[in-house]
């Protein structure tokens, strides 16, 4: 009887390792996606941001928590996580759907929410990767020379 209390407890504690290990494994997918790490990327490089939340702008936490729904196959990609620089924090917004008939992608929302102030939309920013120019196509890549 002793032997099976034992062996219970080790199965419940085993289940409950490995519940968190595949949380994990999927949070750190959903934080290496090439969506958010443009994002992030991005941000890094826009003046506004970098004029509200400062230098050095990354995740807020070692293991950051994604929040929201990357499915680009299903065409819908609108997520949140927090960031931190030197100045500040904020929460970061992103959302883009695929259009049914022209199959590209277009950004509803890039956006930052600093600690105490208001949403900025960085869409309205000089320096927007995800807005093609007037001559290139929505998805393009530029050929190199």
């Not at 509200?52 to 994604?66: K, Q, T």
Request: glycine share 6%; charged share 25%.
């Amino acid at each position: 009887m002793k032997d099976q209390r034992i062996a219970r407890k080790a199965f419940g504690a085993f289940c409950v390792i490995m519940a968190i290990t595949l949380g994990g494994i999927i949070k750190y997918e959903d934080a290496n996606s090439p969506v958010v790490t443009s994002t992030l990327y991005t941000l890094r490089r826009s003046q506004v941001a970098r004029e509200e939340l400062g230098d050095n702008i990354s995740f807020s936490s070692l293991f950051p928590w994604i929040s929201g729904s990357l499915s680009t196959a299903h065409g819908n990609v609108t997520f949140w996580y927090n960031a931190t620089g030197t100045k500040n924090d904020a929460v970061v917004r992103f959302s883009s759907i695929r259009d049914p008939v022209t199959r590209k992608f277009s950004v509803h929302e890039w956006s930052i929410t600093p600690t105490g102030k208001p949403k900025i939309s960085l869409l309205d920013d000089d320096f927007r990767p995800f807005i093609p120019a007037k001559n290139e196509e929505p998805t393009s890549r530029h050929k190199s020379q």
